[in-house]
Structures are given as C-alpha cells and as structure tokens.
C-alpha cells in the first residue's frame, strides 16, 4: 500500500538558517509527490510538486525539493527560513496522476527561534 | 473571497447526534474532495465528486457518513449518530481535472 513517512515530527531552526525536512515514500508506480503547508487556521497550501522530468523542483516561497528515486525520498529545503515559515509541513503521494486521492505523511512541525 | 468556504468553522456536538458540514468549492471547479484530519496526523482522503457524480469513497467513510454534490457545486457531508472518534477537522478541497487542489480551513468537529 502507499505511504508516506515524515520522520521527524518537530524540528526547530533559527531564523536565517537552513532547512530541510524528511520524506520518504512507499509506492509502486512512478510518484507524483508534492509538499503542502499549513499554518494554524489556515487552509493546506501547495509548496511544491514533482511529476516528471527535472528531480530538482522549485516552489514558492523559496521553498524546493529533491527526487531521488534511489532513495525513495522527497525532501524540502529552503536555504534561508524566516520566522513566517513556521507551520506543520506535509508530504504526500498521489495514487494517480490528477491528485484526486492523496496520502499525507503525519507531518513535520516548525518552529522558528528568533 | 474566491476561494473555497467551509461552514461552520467549529461544531461541538453530543455523541449521537447527527451533524452536517457544508463545502462551497471555487466555482469553476468540477472536482470536489473530502479529507478528515485527526490531531497530530495528516489528512485523509474520504471521497470525492467530479460534478454530481461520487466516484470514489475511502473505507474510511463508514455507513453513518454520506456526502452529496446535489448540482455539481456544493457539497454537504452528514454524520449521522456521532462518536467520540469522529472528532476531527473536516477538509474540503477542489480542483480542476488533474489540477491542484485548493483546500478550505475545514471544519473543526468535536464531540462530547
């Protein structure tokens, strides 16, 4: 069955530094994967999404990812965060091309220190 | 706002009583998904409509749930005699075929 971990539930990061969350994903067929946030009250947001093609996928916020299909992972990075981008982060998998059904990790928290 | 609406934000209910959530998707949209959210987990996919039509509906979605899209633009989405383990957020999303999804702020259901 498809699935999708997130291995760290918690991550805190200093505003200017790095970031880079985890996700690793259980599927058959080729992934179409994506990375969406979600801030307190909000509604969830698309980051980013990888189809096809280039593994190295930007998106907004200055946000990006990586394919490795070796590894079966999809991590986010983002070079600089600012306190702004603290929200819970997920993963998830379409079972199909169109994302009419996705799997969602469990989700990674942020939190930024001033 | 052009985006989509969930009504109401928050329900509190009694176990055993029935509610009903309702979704407004982005209008020109014709696909419209359900997802339910547990604390501390990511969503789940419940079902979802392309017009009027279901086509498909997650094991999730027990006997007491039914959703409905009666013309092809809102959806309601009714629990019927509510447990304690229903309490959730509820999430609606939409999209064009084979588009992104956009997802409302849901719709916060506890039960007491």
């Known amino acids: 069955a498809q699935s999708v971990t997130q291995p760290d539930i918690h991550i805190t990061v200093s505003e200017g530094a790095s970031l880079e969350l985890r996700c690793n994903y259980s599927y058959g067929a080729t992934p179409y994967l994506f990375w969406y946030v979600q801030s307190p009250g909000q509604g969830l947001q698309l980051l980013l999404k990888?189809?096809?093609?280039?593994?190295l996928v930007q998106g907004i916020k200055g946000f990006e990812a990586e394919f490795k299909r070796s590894q079966s992972s999809f991590n986010l990075r983002k070079p600089s965060v600012h306190w702004s981008d603290a929200a819970e982060y997920f993963c998830a998998v379409a079972i199909i091309q169109g994302a009419q059904k996705l799997v969602f990790g469990q989700g990674t928290r942020l939190t930024i220190n001033p | 706002d052009t985006g989509v609406s969930q009504d109401p934000r928050h329900k509190i209910t009694k176990r055993g009583q029935n509610v009903t959530f309702r979704c407004d998707p982005i209008?020109?949209?014709?696909?419209l998904y359900w997802y339910r959210q547990t604390l501390g987990q990511g969503p789940e996919f419940l079902t979802y409509f392309q017009n009027e039509a279901q086509l498909e509906k997650s094991r999730l979605l027990s006997d007491r749930f039914s959703a409905e899209r009666p013309k092809g633009s809102f959806s309601t989405l009714e629990i019927q005699r509510t447990e304690q383990g229903d309490s959730a957020m509820y999430l609606c999303?939409?999209?064009?075929?084979?588009?992104?999804?956009?997802f409302g702020s849901g719709t916060q259901l506890s039960v007491l």
């Open positions: 990888y189809f096809s093609g280039d593994t």
């Open positions: 209008s020109e949209h014709n696909r």
């Open positions: 999303a939409s999209s064009f075929p084979n588009e992104k999804l956009f």
